[in-house]
């Protein structure tokens, strides 16, 4: 089992910046992969970016150029730093983790909110 808990979402004007964070716990030796994910009212679950243990890195086209996907593999913590935020953002900011034999396990989900 791997445990995920994410923080550092919140409530910011349009321009603005976050940076969320996800610590694992659990058996982390198994994970490969890390990665953000959101979800607005009423839409799918999309991926944002991506992190491999050996620190490649996925991001989807609305995440590329504002948004940054880092992981401290001494914490067990992947971080993604939102910048020049827009409204569209706006969502329910999921961490997953994807293992070598191909488990996934969420996160519990951190709110962020970007005023116009």
């Known amino acids: 089992q791997v445990q995920l808990v994410e923080s550092g979402g919140g409530l910011v004007q349009a321009g603005g910046s976050l940076r969320l964070s996800c610590a694992a716990s659990?058996?982390?030796?198994?994970?490969?992969?890390m990665g953000w994910y959101r979800q607005a009212p009423g839409k799918q679950r999309d991926l944002v970016a991506t992190?491999?243990?050996?620190?490649?890195?996925n991001y989807a086209d609305s995440a590329k150029g504002r948004f940054t996907v880092t992981r401290d593999n001494a914490k067990n913590t992947v971080y993604l730093q939102m910048n020049s935020l827009k409204p569209e953002d706006t969502a329910v900011y999921y961490c997953?983790?994807?293992?070598?034999?191909?488990?996934?396990?969420w996160g519990q989900g951190t709110q962020v909110t970007v005023s116009s």
């Open positions: 997953k983790a994807i293992t070598s034999i191909g488990l996934n396990y």
């Open positions: 992190i491999t243990s050996s620190g490649t890195t």
């Open positions: 659990g058996n982390i030796f198994r994970i490969n992969a």
